[in-house]
């Protein structure tokens, strides 16, 4: 038995201990400069010159493994496409310095960008535009100091689903859309209600769907989360399938009382005459980069120690709708996180159809032996990276599962594989500060009792010499202007393997 | 040519003099039409001042006739009204007998304070869009301009040492409280040079006794409560304003609060900054009622044009001597607009034409009124205000200067005044191995 102890921090940050990485911003970001300004300012090129989805692994000189799904850096749509091919062709016409300075960017860069979009294969029209992308001058005349801070972060498409029909390309509002669809189709006593929901909502997840079943089923709340809650609950009981959105899960906390007091143990306490289990609550979820303290938090901790209810968060639109869809038949009242950050970068083949996936079933998204990684929501995609990083650099081979349902988890998933490993080693990662993140249960290598409906079920995990180690943000609150720095580190592509014999 | 120039230089001057004696005179009281009569000669005069006044507002603020600077510029200030009383709306009033006086007087001093302040607002507002297109503010900028009046009246109405608290769109009472520009605009780009040392932003400003700056939809209302309570404990006279808007309105804390103040007698306005439209919301759609002044109940309640700074000035100072008094909470509504969207990604066309918008701001712009009421009651000269505009331009420009170039807060400062604590404390970063000092 070997004694290792070792990390791996990509060399780009080794020397930026004290300063962030200056990463591609990649999610999608609405701006009100024209498209030609967006390019100059740094939208796409990073700071210190840094640019595309394959920094990091440009300069570790890294192939991506062919194992692993291709990654789509971007979303690229037809519409970018021409505006970028635009744009080209005004730089091409452009003053004889702007044209060197591109094309020597491009020459200079085209080393790095040829392995991710040799290994894009989203579609040619993507690659054409990632082409396009670096053909565009950095011609941002901003100092490096003004440069922005990004995060880096790749979403990793599932492979298209077969099994429940013709499919469609989606991004994840659009998934939230077409399970909302599915629903109100089906079900004649589905509402939706929230704030701002009638127009088609601040994140466009109920666009149309006004129109498509009328006002008095798509209808807008005052601004009132504890309102709303209440309503939801009252509406879910007398029969009512509720489907309430919270704006941002940062205001579901007036509306705690009565998820936990109410919701929670409605069915419990009248001895099962009543429940509110026609009940669904939505929320966006989780930093985006701009969010600070109030449009950035993941307060699935709060709810995960609350029997009564279910907490569910979705890694991509495939995912999302099946959940969505689950979360809505389910006899349980249900919070639904959906994460914002993905709601435009992440883009799948998703059935049309209705489809379901089970609660309280992790998925193991990859198979390996020597390290368990388990996350949810948007981490799924930072932890395949690393996963895949683990492979090619160092050799380990890790088992990557998404947790899905927060409360009730899947306990025997996590174990199996947990003690599958030779020693048994966890690593958990999660982009909430070290004392919120949901995994007080998990900490010091003991999966304590989970009690799902009043059972118990712990699991004798604790006698063999595990190992647990938890990846988080920095424990402190998330200021505005530290947002990037907070994600940085989060994100960081750092894997914590101990072995010990 | 400078022969006549000449002519109308001595011509004026003397015309000038004898206008001085007269319109000293003519100014006690109010000069409204009805109390003073010019006679012909005033008249003539008056009408040749106005047509070479108007000569030079149509050419610009650079170009102004020579014989319009000439006449102008040998007016000395005391020529100036030093004060002046005007008619305001009367005031809706719920559970009230008496409301806010119908006239207020306006001294050049003060009106001239207003207007610098108002600019201010209105053109720091304006920088700070211009800066977040330039992407060198990020996040959340909730602008100001609009509803300026009520800010500045708000102001005119209270002491410094009297407390105040209001939602995210708190750039103009940052400024009205104590803040300085270059502190607001540092602290919107983030930078070391702001008021919250840049860990704020846009919805958290602080100045003493001006407790923010809250992102959170009406949950500055209790608290504000709660500084009244202060107030009334320590007995210090002070009173605590509470702003909320009208799509908070509706929030269930904000009942609760009124309750407890009411209950408790404690010394809170409560003021509802009605601009029509909870984020994309318009008040009809959101409230079943839309008199907001009503909604305390059993707390009197005023409804004021929030667009007029003397309106607004007048109910605060009534409802200041109203909890002053001892005799409780009392809700103001301010009627007002704003100009932007919500926030800077609204663009703010999509449930408002852009034509009811410039409709408000060519009928009821707050600044304008406040120009046009001074300009026609010759309390300041064209110029001075001109002059007026172009310091604050001056100024906002160096402060915007000063928030692009001032350094980001250091790294160290990312974890510091998490908990007060005597020693500085670990905390855990995004292993376990990175550690992080927390200093407070």
């Known amino acids: 038995m070997y004694v290792v102890c070792f990390w791996t921090i990509p060399c780009c940050l080794v020397d930026n201990i004290n300063r962030p990485a200056q990463i591609t911003v990649r999610y999608e970001r609405r701006s009100s400069l024209p498209a030609f300004a967006r390019r100059r300012d740094g939208h796409f090129n990073a700071g210190q010159g840094k640019i595309g989805p394959s920094s990091i692994q440009g300069r570790l000189d890294k192939r991506l493994n062919p194992l692993t799904q291709p990654t789509v850096s971007t979303n690229y749509s037809p519409f970018r496409l021409k505006r970028d091919a635009v744009i080209i062709i005004f730089f091409l016409f452009s003053p004889l310095t702007t044209a060197m300075a591109a094309a020597a960017r491009f020459l200079l860069r085209g080393a790095v960008s040829k392995a991710p979009i040799a290994n894009v294969n989203v579609g040619a029209q993507s690659s054409f535009g990632i082409t396009l992308l670096r053909l565009s001058p950095n011609c941002s005349s901003k100092t490096k100091t003004q440069r922005r801070n990004a995060a880096h972060f790749t979403y990793h498409p599932d492979p298209v689903p077969t099994e429940y029909g013709p499919t469609t390309k989606m991004n994840l509002f659009q998934s939230v859309t077409s399970a909302l669809d599915n629903t109100l189709a089906s079900d004649p006593t589905a509402v939706i209600f929230g704030e701002d929901v009638a127009f088609g909502g601040v994140f466009r997840c109920t666009v149309g769907l006004r129109d498509k079943y009328g006002k008095d089923r798509v209808f807008n709340t005052p601004l009132c989360e504890q309102g709303i809650v209440g309503f939801g609950i009252g509406a879910a009981v007398a029969g009512a399938t509720a489907i309430a959105e919270i704006q941002f899960a940062d205001y579901i906390y007036p509306a705690f009382d009565q998820i936990v007091n109410e919701a929670a143990k409605y069915r419990y306490r009248s001895g099962n005459l009543f429940d509110c289990g026609n009940l669904t609550i939505r929320a966006p979820w989780g930093c985006v980069g701009h969010g600070s303290l109030y449009h950035s938090q993941s307060p699935e901790a709060f709810f995960a120690h609350c029997p009564g209810i279910k907490v569910v968060i979705p890694r991509g639109p495939v995912q999302c709708k099946g959940l969505l869809l689950s979360c809505i038949a389910d006899q349980n009242p249900c919070i639904f996180f959906e994460p914002k950050i993905l709601y435009r970068a992440a883009v799948e083949q ?151 014999g | 040519m400078s022969s006549s120039a000449v002519d109308v230089d001595l011509v004026g001057n003397v015309i000038l003099v004898a206008f001085c004696f007269d319109r000293q005179e003519g100014r006690r009281g109010k000069p409204s039409a009805d109390r003073w009569r010019p006679n012909s000669m005033q008249k003539m005069l008056t009408i040749i001042s106005n047509v070479l006044r108007g000569s030079a507002r149509s050419n610009g603020a650079q170009v102004v006739s020579e014989a319009a600077s000439l006449v102008v510029a040998s007016r000395s200030y005391a020529d100036f009204t030093p004060e002046a009383t005007f008619d305001i709306k009367k005031v809706d009033l719920h559970r009230l007998e008496e409301g806010p006086p119908l006239t207020a007087t306006l001294t050049r001093e003060e009106g001239l304070k207003y207007y610098r302040t108002m600019q201010t607002i209105r053109r720091m507002e304006l920088k700070a869009d211009q800066l977040y297109k330039q992407k060198i503010i990020r996040g959340f900028c909730h602008l100001y301009d609009g509803q300026e009046a009520c800010a500045v009246g708000i102001e005119g109405g209270i002491t410094l040492s009297d407390h105040l608290i209001t939602a995210y769109r708190a750039h103009g009472y940052t400024l009205t409280r104590g803040g300085t520009v270059r502190e607001i605009m540092a602290e919107l780009t983030g930078r070391r040079g702001g008021i919250a040392k840049g860990k704020g932003g846009s919805m958290h400003m602080y100045t003493k006794n001006f407790y923010g700056g809250n992102g959170i939809v009406g949950a500055q209302v209790p608290l504000g409560a709660g500084v009244a309570l202060a107030c009334k404990y320590l007995g210090n006279d002070q009173l605590c304003v509470s702003l909320y808007g009208d799509g908070a309105a509706n929030q269930g804390q904000i009942f609760e609060t009124y309750n407890m103040s009411s209950l408790w007698k404690l010394p809170i306005i409560f003021i509802c900054e009605n601009n029509q439209y909870a984020m994309g919301t318009s008040v009809e759609r959101s409230a079943a009622s839309t008199e907001y002044y009503k909604r305390g109940d059993y707390i009197p309640g005023i409804r004021v044009d929030g667009m007029d700074v003397l309106c607004v000035r007048e109910a605060t100072k009534f409802a200041a001597a109203h909890c002053r008094s001892g005799k409780g909470p009392i809700l103001m509504e301010l009627q007002t607009y704003r100009y932007h969207g919500h926030s800077m990604s609204d663009p703010g066309v999509s449930y408002r034409t852009r034509e009811e918008i410039q409709e408000v701001r060519s009928k009821s712009d707050p600044i304008s009124m406040l120009k046009d009421r001074m300009l026609s009651n010759n309390m300041a000269s064209i110029e001075e205000l001109k002059e007026i505009d172009i310091a604050v331009r001056k100024e906002i420009e160096d402060a915007a200067q000063f928030a692009t170039t001032d350094p980001e807060p250091p790294l160290d400062d990312l974890c510091s005044h998490i908990f007060a604590n005597d020693q500085p404390f670990e905390v855990r970063g995004a292993t376990p191995w990175t550690k992080l000092t927390s200093t407070s």
């Open chain 1, 350 to 500: 998703v059935p049309t159809e209705a489809y379901t996936i089970p609660l309280s079933q992790a998925e193991v998204i990859q198979e390996g032996s020597d390290v368990t990684l388990v996350a949810w929501g948007t981490q799924i995609h930072v932890l395949t990276e690393v996963a895949n990083m683990a492979q090619e650099k160092l050799g380990v081979s890790c088992e990557l599962i998404d947790l899905q349902t927060i409360l009730p988890w899947d306990t025997e998933t996590v174990c199996k594989a947990t003690i599958c490993c030779a020693p048994p080693t966890l690593l958990q990662g999660h982009h909430l500060n070290c004392s919120r993140g949901f995994s007080a249960c998990f900490e010091g290598g003991n999966i304590l009792s989970s009690p799902v409906g009043g059972q118990d079920r712990t699991v004798a995990y604790q006698s063999r010499g595990s190992n647990h180690r938890r990846l988080c943000c920095r424990d402190q609150l998330h200021s505005a202007n530290h947002t990037q720095r907070y994600l940085d580190n989060g994100m960081l592509f750092s894997v914590g393997i101990t072995s010990s």
